[in-house]
């Protein structure tokens, strides 16, 4: 991830990945037979103005087109994870541009939203200019996740003894190993029995063959950042079977794999780091 002083806006640093992340939504939302509908991802692209442009809608680039695929069935999973349960709270861990208090039906519960301030502020901005309400209790957390998280989420009402949902969708690869334990301790201090977590994994990341071909696929290129300033690739232990052991009840899925049950086909030009990545889902009796 980004050096430990260093914070960043929704156009640099990995606050772009959540900017990309949010023109591959934009780009499902249009195209035929969608997973999931994000009406709030196009405006955030055109408000962000990148440094470098970014799709909204289909286009000629088998790249794009294949992130989008992906970002599709990555969303729609999510999505499943949280409406799948009524736990009373769901906290979004590096939130991004989230836009699922918005676009779910989430009424009666409580919605968190952890991210750095700068990249709140933003689509707080957006989404005031569009009239948007949640369909929920929405409550931002300007914090960094390697700070004192925990204590802006309490302060903010979230109560440890009540059942939560926690979503960790693109956010492990950017993590530095001991960050990544860190998180899952004080996430699992802060279950009580009845929670859910949702998280996405790529096996062995830091292999060669994965990182070369994640350079290779010029996608950093796509957003203006280069890949090796924001993954971190740092041996540690397995989050599956570290939850595993701590009595987590796990589901792990395969991206390729899922995209297939939702009658859909993902396009390969990132190869295993795509279609092997894992999605899953561990619930805490």
């Given at each position: 991830m980004a050096a430990p002083d260093q914070d960043w806006d929704i156009v640099s640093s990995v606050g772009l990945t959540a900017l990309g992340v949010a023109a591959g939504r934009a780009i499902v939302t249009v195209s035929p037979d969608p997973l999931i509908e994000d009406p709030y991802a196009a405006e955030f692209v055109r408000a962000a103005n990148p440094p470098r442009p970014m799709p909204i809608e289909p286009l000629d680039d088998p790249l794009w087109m294949a992130m989008a695929g992906y970002l599709a069935v990555r969303s729609?999973?999510?999505?499943?994870?949280?409406?799948?349960?009524?736990?009373?709270?769901?906290?979004?861990?590096?939130?991004?541009?989230?836009?699922?208090?918005?676009?779910?039906?989430?009424?009666?519960?409580?919605?968190?939203?952890?991210?750095?301030?700068?990249?709140?502020?933003?689509?707080?901005?957006?989404?005031?200019?569009?009239?948007?309400?949640?369909?929920?209790?929405?409550?931002?957390?300007?914090?960094?996740?390697?700070?004192?998280?925990?204590?802006?989420?309490?302060n903010a009402g979230f109560d440890r003894t009540r059942p939560s949902v926690w979503i960790a969708e693109g956010l492990l690869p950017y993590l530095p190993a001991a960050a990544e334990e860190l998180l899952f301790d004080l996430v699992h201090a802060r279950s009580a029995p009845g929670s859910r977590i949702g998280l996405e994994h790529i096996p062995d990341l830091g292999s060669t063959d994965i990182l070369d071909t994640i350079r290779s696929s010029a996608a950093g290129a796509r957003l203006g950042l280069d890949v090796n300033d924001v993954l971190s690739t740092e041996p540690r232990r397995n989050p599956i079977d570290w939850l595993a052991g701590q009595g987590w009840r796990t589901t792990v899925d395969r991206a390729g794999d899922l995209a297939a049950q939702y009658g859909k086909q993902l396009p390969d030009p990132l190869g295993d780091a795509m279609t092997k990545t894992e999605l899953v889902t561990a619930d805490r009796p």
């Open positions: 729609r999973f999510f999505d499943d994870v949280v409406t799948g349960t009524d736990a009373p709270q769901v906290v979004i861990l590096a939130a991004g541009l989230d836009a699922r208090a918005f676009r779910l039906d989430l009424s009666g519960r409580d919605v968190y939203e952890v991210d750095q301030p700068r990249v709140l502020a933003f689509k707080q901005d957006v989404l005031d200019g569009l009239g948007a309400a949640p369909r929920c209790r929405r409550h931002p957390i300007g914090a960094d996740l390697r700070e004192d998280w925990p204590a802006a989420l309490e």
